[in-house]
């Protein structure tokens, strides 16, 4: 079911009228679970912040808690963002996708991530492009490869791409608000979990700060 996204709203009313998206459907019980998410979870941090933080979806704590970051993954994106002297208070922080995607084996049990597919990215792109719209930031960071194709497109890759200044919107592609400034820099880095899940975390925490850093030395 197609939505219509409101035009010249602020933050809240976008995030108020995001709750009665039924874009795809994983609003609802989805094949493979028992339940439905509890809420979409749309965004968290300053509207008018410098930099944006675009991350994959939430998990299970986060549906629960209705902000993205909030779990483990998001104790170490503070912290990372922290050491690599981003100041908080000009982040804002969302998500491609804006409900949980899930397994769930049992009635009660537990809920595991499951990926979300190109349709879940399409049917929230729409939400990401208003909110940058509205945040007008300096930087966007893609954090792990579903942002990364959310902003950039199909041919994004994390290990090809990470690491370096890019501009968004792409070549070819109409900027979110054409009255704002035509191109912003864009950054990709690997996602908080991902380095919760790599085989050294050591190396994975290193390289996702130095590529903060990146960031930093970009809003100077």
């Not at 549906?63 to 104790?75: E, I, K, L, N």
């Not at 912003?184 to 390289?207: F, G, I, M």
Request: with cysteine; hydrophobic share 40%.
């Amino acid at each position: 079911m197609s939505m219509t996204i409101p035009q010249g709203v602020p933050i809240d009313a976008l995030r108020a009228a995001a709750r009665a998206c039924q874009g795809c459907e994983l609003h609802a019980a989805q094949p493979g679970s028992l339940s439905a998410p509890t809420q979409t979870v749309f965004s968290k941090g300053n509207p008018a912040g410098r930099v944006v933080f675009v991350g994959e979806q939430p998990g299970d704590m986060e549906d629960r808690a209705g902000a993205p970051f909030v779990g483990p993954a998001g104790q170490l994106f503070d912290r990372a963002i922290a050491e690599a002297g981003i100041d908080p208070r000009q982040a804002y922080v969302t998500n491609s996708v804006k409900h949980f995607r899930f397994i769930q084996d049992r009635p009660g049990g537990r809920r595991i991530h499951k990926t979300p597919e190109a349709q879940h990215v399409e049917a929230c792109r729409p939400w990401l492009r208003a909110e940058l719209a509205i945040v007008d930031p300096e930087v966007i960071v893609a954090l792990g490869a579903t942002a990364g194709r959310a902003l950039i497109g199909p041919q994004f890759r994390v290990t090809r791409d990470r690491g370096r200044v890019m501009l968004w919107p792409p070549a070819g592609e109409t900027p979110a608000d054409p009255s704002r400034r035509r191109a912003v820099s864009l950054v990709a880095t690997s996602h908080p979990s991902a380095v919760l899940r790599a085989d050294n975390q050591e190396v994975a925490y290193k390289e996702l700060v130095d590529d903060l850093r990146l960031v930093a030395r970009l809003l100077g």
